[in-house]
């Protein structure tokens, strides 16, 4: 072969391969951004890991799920405006976050002394209350896919929290709910909203005195190294509602919404079934950092806390709605 002929098969090679790449171009993968607040080392935070494997892996590659924890996107608010508008695509917001939404029947999770255990509030969660609930996210243009356990809440401070008398004064930060809000005002403390992102600081700072929240959450965000005092009260809980913009949802090829709907529910029952594991090794991570006491509520200071707050429930019956606290009143039993 001469070099004429040589260079002519080569450029035609060329030429035919380009073409072909220009006619089957790979199709670039759908990206759903997940955004959340939360460490990775957490239930939410190895729940998000896991689905995203699975979304990736059913797909063949045909989705991509980008990661933003710790708040590395948004915060609280900003990512409930974010997902609306499109921004980002997926969030697993604690149901104590949907009230400036419009969807105040979620801060019936709120409510104080509402669940004796992790059975009691599967039972809401995963059965006809939950699917009821997810609904009435649809006319804010969301669809909520799955609920996600944390688990019991507890408080922490630099002042000994036994009994309600215990609480006068003291600046505790809150989630964006109204009944958390209530909760505090019913032992007289002065409950302050605030994003989770700003918290170790405000509690480092003196912004506030204490704080309430999960043993996972609390460990991973270090709160405990600038709190003195943890109570175990197990007074509330934290999970979350996993929600995605409804408009980018329905826009999915059939095929590729099931495969997605599978890693969901698949990642759902991975989560709820690390979460207890995760809160108890995250209060033997503290107990062994050993600067924080960590103090169990008696059985008879449980039941001061429990008749202080209790009124909370009345107070709020409006605004979390009748039906719904009757619907999970009937669900936990
Ligand atoms: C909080 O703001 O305290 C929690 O909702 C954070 C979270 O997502 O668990």
């Known amino acids: 072969m001469n070099r004429r002929t040589l260079i002519a098969l080569t450029l035609a090679a060329t030429f035919a391969s380009t073409t072909a790449f220009a006619q089957a171009p790979a199709a670039a993968p759908i990206v759903i951004k997940f955004s959340h607040v939360v460490a990775t ?8 890991v896991r689905f995203k494997e699975l979304a990736e892996k059913l797909t063949g590659g045909r989705v991509k799920v980008e ?11 900003e990512e409930m405006e974010a997902l609306q508008l499109g921004a980002v695509q ?16 979620f801060e019936v999770f709120d409510l104080p002394f509402l669940f004796v255990d992790q059975a009691a509030l599967t039972r809401a969660t995963q059965g006809p209350v939950g699917k009821m609930m997810l609904a009435k996210l649809e006319p ?7 609920f996600w356990n944390n688990g019991f809440k507890q408080m922490t401070s630099n002042k000994q929290l036994h009994v309600p008398a215990d609480f006068k004064g003291m600046k505790m930060r809150i989630q964006s709910s109204k009944v958390l809000d209530a909760q505090f005002r ?3 403390a002065n409950p302050q909203v605030m994003a989770f992102s700003e918290v170790y600081q405000a509690l480092q700072t003196g912004v506030v005195d204490g704080t309430e929240n999960t043993p996972s959450n609390i460990y991973t965000q270090k709160m405990h190294e600038v709190q003195k005092f943890m109570t175990i009260s197990d007074h509330g809980y934290i999970g979350y509602a996993v929600i995605v913009n409804k408009k980018f949802w329905d826009s999915l090829p059939a095929d590729i919404r099931s495969k997605l709907d599978q890693a969901m529910a698949e990642s759902t029952t ?23 006491t960590i103090y169990t509520l008696t059985p008879a200071e449980k039941a001061q806390w429990r008749t202080a707050m209790l009124p909370v429930r009345k107070e709020m019956e409006s605004r979390v709605g009748k039906d719904t606290l009757a619907a999970i009143d009937q669900a936990v039993k």
Do not use: C, H
């Not at 079934?273 to 924080?292: L, M």
């Open 140 to 146: 804010k243009g969301i669809k909520g896919l799955a």
């Open 67 to 77: 990661l933003y924890a710790n708040s590395s996107l948004y915060k609280d608010k």
């Open 90 to 105: 997926m969030l697993a917001p604690s149901l104590a976050k949907f009230g400036p939404l419009g969807v105040k029947e």
């Open 186 to 188: 019913s032992v007289g």
């Open 270 to 292: 991975y989560a709820n079934a690390i979460a207890q594991v995760e809160n108890d090794q995250a209060v033997a991570g503290i107990r062994k950092w050993g600067k924080t």
């Open 41 to 48: 080392d957490t239930p939410k935070g190895k729940g998000a």
